[in-house]
């Protein structure tokens, strides 16, 4: 088992993890329509292999991960082909090629050869650093498949409705209720879950909406 107690992921801030992303969709996704087709950036555009296959780390909890050789994306056949995942599945292919672009010459320097090889990184890098390699990936998805400006519309719009419905005062009393009502609606226009757009507006720093 190799010894990972001195890996370091790279410091990346949260404005160069955003630039990174909205650098990729503007580059390879210039239709700028919603939902982001992910799928096409990276199969099409980018030119990565997208393999369907039962996976064989499912107590580990992964929908998907890089290829060894950095070729593909290895996706779960069962998530990939059942259409209700298919949010999940979009975020996982964003969240995997945030990988890709951020931590190629990570994944080019590791001592990695098999699928076992990435497991026993996996499991045996430290609390920190995982958390750190995972946040940047998953703070790219984020930002790639929801493009503030849109969600900025998305809220305006939804702000509009409450004002219709004399509902300012509970706003004004619990926004974190009323975001958990409307967080359902507004990733409908995304194609991400209502998780993907609480923690957008949370990073954002668009919630409670100053009216």
């Known amino acids: ?11 990346v801030s949260k404005d ?6 909205e650098k990729v969709r503007s580059e390879y996704w210039p ?12 199969e099409r555009r980018i030119g990565l ?60 320097q590791l001592p990695i050869s098999s699928p076992e090889d990435w497991k026993d990184f996996m499991l045996n890098l430290s609390d920190r650093e995982y958390g750190f390699f995972e946040y940047q990936a998953n703070e790219f998805a984020g930002r790639l498949l929801v493009p503030r400006d849109e969600l900025i519309k998305e809220i305006d719009n939804t702000i509009q409705i409450i004002k219709e419905n004399n509902l300012m005062d509970f706003l004004a009393e619990d926004p974190i209720a009323v975001l958990s009502q409307m967080s359902l609606s507004l ?13 957008r507006v949370d990073r954002e720093e668009l919630w409670p909406p100053k009216v």
């Open 31 to 42: 239709e700028n329509t919603l939902p982001v087709d992910v799928e096409k950036i990276v």
């Open 16 to 21: 160069e993890l955003w630039e990174m992303a």
């Open 187 to 199: 990733c409908k226009p995304f194609g991400v879950s209502y998780k993907v757009i609480e923690r």
């Open 1 to 11: 088992m190799t010894d990972y107690s001195d890996f370091k992921c790279l410091w």
């Open 49 to 108: 292999d997208i393999i369907p296959k039962h996976m064989i780390f499912r107590e580990m909890d992964i929908d998907a991960y890089l290829t060894i050789d950095l070729m593909g994306i290895i996706v779960d056949y069962d998530l990939y082909m059942d259409e209700k995942f298919s949010n999940r599945i979009r975020f996982s292919f964003a969240h995997e090629l945030g990988h890709y672009v951020l931590h190629k010459e990570i994944y080019n």
